[in-house]
């Protein structure tokens, strides 16, 4: 699950038309991959991290 998730987010670099990819463009594919509930979003601030939601705690995704 975890390969497909970042066979996800080396896809979207591929296809990103402008050299070099920008925090906030990759911030913004998170939070979309998480509202589909592709990805789960774990911790805050500077300790947040994003996993696929099959790895997630259980109360995180449901």
């Known amino acids: ?14 296809t990103d038309p ?4 920008t925090r906030q463009t990759v911030v913004g594919w998170l939070k979309t ?3 589909e509930g592709v990805a789960a ?3 805050e601030g500077a300790k947040t ?3 696929h939601h099959r790895h997630a705690p ?5």
């Open 41 to 43: 979003r774990i911790g």
């Open 49 to 51: 991290r994003y996993i």
């Open 18 to 21: 402008e050299p070099g990819t």
């Open 1 to 14: 699950m975890a390969r497909r998730f970042r066979e996800q987010i080396h896809a979207q670099l591929a």
């Open 33 to 35: 991959w998480t509202d």
């Open 58 to 62: 259980k109360g995180i995704t449901d």
